[in-house]
């Protein structure tokens, strides 16, 4: 069996693949600890071009190599700040409203990955299978096979995949679903996503979609699949039960003095829905007075991309609804949300989960979210919260013993706050137990496995423009 070969816009320091990492880092490092291999891509850093062009850094961590270079500031601005995050972002998130989309950025965008791939062969060799993942890497595939590779290259997508009708509004749309077809494996999170892609395929690629996801599409065949990303469920349950005695966890319910606790951790992202949550949260306050001074929301939404104009805005936007209704509804001795804008270890946060009655997770669009399974996850089973969880999560298919919510509806999920703050024990737990059995079945080993299985039985193709692996 050949080695593994991930690429991915950001790549783990070995320190970060151990611990307390959570999703793609654990996942991915245990593929490539099994099959040996390389996980590449930018190490994060903003360099001179002098040192971009001197890279990659290798770093060896038993039969796994971590190989990083650096973006220049152009680089930077062009492919990251703008086609992937100002275009590709707000678009798979169904926000038109938002995006941006300049010539020099998508030249960017593309003249980056190319760059990325040609660094990338040098660390190749012929029976290497290679994994892709995100938004940030669709056009990888393409530049690695204009040099001739003809490896196995599988792509996965963690992102919604929007409907034709939103992905047109993206002017190369056709460039990139062209790029996509260079794969031999799309992985996408739904059912829904993939359907978006074939719907995209035979109305406007003139291409040709089989029953079992074969696609014809570009001179090119390629598979496609649904694979759910997951978590450990079983890992999380313990360490969250371990650190329940934790300090940090008992200043918590001190500081509560009995109140009941809504817990919600996002990125400071305009997807998340979370100015809708804060007005969903304060519709109960109003509607159900008898709340008020007992029921606290804590919502930890570290920032990101903080040099981006659209999340400076948003988080100017929730610091102000968090200010208003504070301001409406404090006490003496009680704060209704407590808004903290700043990163938590993630066993610490597990293990406030773990004491909170409910999750609230409402993202307006989201592939997946590993925070609505963590929560489940981290739950005493004698004593389980309650997930709240929007509809347009990916997860939301899985997690049926949810009370699933539309993030547009304000009433409807304070109607849910309500529901959840009440359910009788028994309740909880058979949600509880419904929600375990979907993480248990299709946990994050089961993601990466089946991928990594349906891409290596992929059968090889010749290439579309010559020459062999180089």
């Known amino acids: 069996m050949g080695r593994l070969i991930v690429v991915s816009n950001r790549v783990a320091t070995p320190t970060e693949t151990k611990g307390s990492a959570g999703g793609l880092a654990v996942g991915v490092f245990g593929a490539l600890k099994d099959a040996g291999g390389v996980w590449f891509g930018w190490s994060g850093d903003v360099v001179s071009e002098t040192v971009a062009n001197?890279?990659?850094?290798?770093?060896?961590?038993?039969?796994?190599?971590?190989?990083?270079?650096?973006?220049?500031?152009?680089?930077?601005?062009?492919?990251?700040?703008?086609?992937?995050?100002?275009?590709?972002?707000?678009?798979?998130?169904?926000?038109?409203d938002l995006a941006r989309y300049e010539r020099e950025e998508y030249a960017g965008y593309r003249r980056v990955n190319a760059w990325l791939a040609h660094k990338l062969i040098?660390?190749?060799?012929?029976?290497?299978?290679?994994?892709?993942?995100?938004?940030?890497?669709?056009?990888?595939?393409?530049?690695?096979?204009?040099?001739?590779?003809?490896?196995?290259?599988?792509?996965?997508?963690?992102?919604?995949?929007?409907?034709?009708?939103?992905?047109?509004?993206i002017p190369p749309h056709e460039e990139l679903v062209k790029s996509l077809s260079c794969y031999d494996l799309l992985g996408f999170q739904t059912a829904t996503d993939q359907e978006a892609f074939h719907d995209y395929v035979t109305r406007h690629a003139r291409g040709s979609v089989s029953s079992d996801g074969l696609v014809?599409?570009?001179?090119?065949?390629?598979?496609?699949?649904?694979?759910?990303?997951?978590?450990?469920?079983?890992e999380i349950a313990e360490q969250a039960k371990r650190y329940e005695s934790r300090q940090h966890v008992l200043d918590l319910k001190q500081s509560l003095e009995g109140r009941k606790l809504i817990m919600s951790v996002d990125r400071l992202d305009y997807s998340?829905?979370?100015?809708?949550?804060?007005?969903?949260?304060?519709?109960?306050?109003?509607?159900?007075?008898?709340?008020?001074?007992?029921?606290t929301l804590v919502q930890i939404a570290p920032p990101t991309r903080s040099d981006v104009a659209t999340y400076q805005k948003i988080r100017q936007d929730l610091e102000y609804e968090a200010g208003r209704i504070n301001g409406r509804y404090s006490g003496l001795?009680?704060?209704?949300?407590?808004?903290?804008?700043?990163?938590?270890?993630?066993?610490?946060?597990?293990?406030l989960f773990r004491e909170s009655q409910i999750g609230f997770v409402t993202p307006l669009h989201d592939g997946m979210n590993l925070v609505a399974k963590e929560y489940v996850a981290a739950q005493n089973p004698d004593d389980p919260g309650v997930l709240v969880l929007s509809i347009f999560a990916g997860a939301a298919a899985e997690l049926t013993g949810a009370l699933l919510v539309n993030p547009h509806d304000a009433i409807g999920m304070c109607e849910a706050l309500q529901r959840a703050l009440q359910m009788p024990l028994d309740a909880r737990q058979r949600r509880h137990e419904i929600n375990m059995a979907a993480l248990r079945k299709n946990d994050l080993g089961v993601w990466r496995d089946s991928f990594l299985r349906d891409l290596r039985s992929v059968p090889l193709q010749k290439p579309a423009m010559g020459g062999g692996h180089k």
């Open 333 to 351: 001795d009680y704060t209704p949300i407590r808004y903290l804008n700043q990163q938590y270890d993630r066993w610490k946060l597990m293990s």
């Open 216 to 234: 014809e599409a570009f001179g090119r065949k390629l598979r496609t699949g649904v694979y759910r990303i997951g978590v450990f469920p079983d």
């Open 272 to 295: 998340k829905g979370l100015v809708e949550r804060f007005r969903a949260f304060e519709h109960l306050l109003e509607r159900s007075p008898e709340w008020r001074g007992n029921v």
């Open 122 to 169: 040098k660390l190749l060799e012929p029976d290497d299978v290679i994994w892709i993942h995100d938004y940030h890497l669709i056009p990888f595939a393409e530049a690695l096979r204009s040099e001739g590779i003809t490896n196995r290259i599988g792509f996965f997508l963690h992102i919604p995949f929007p409907a034709p009708q939103i992905l047109l509004n």
């Open 54 to 96: 001197a890279g990659p850094t290798l770093e060896q961590d038993g039969a796994v190599t971590f190989a990083t270079v650096g973006l220049t500031r152009k680089d930077y601005d062009q492919y990251y700040r703008g086609f992937s995050n100002a275009t590709l972002w707000p678009v798979f998130h169904y926000r038109n």
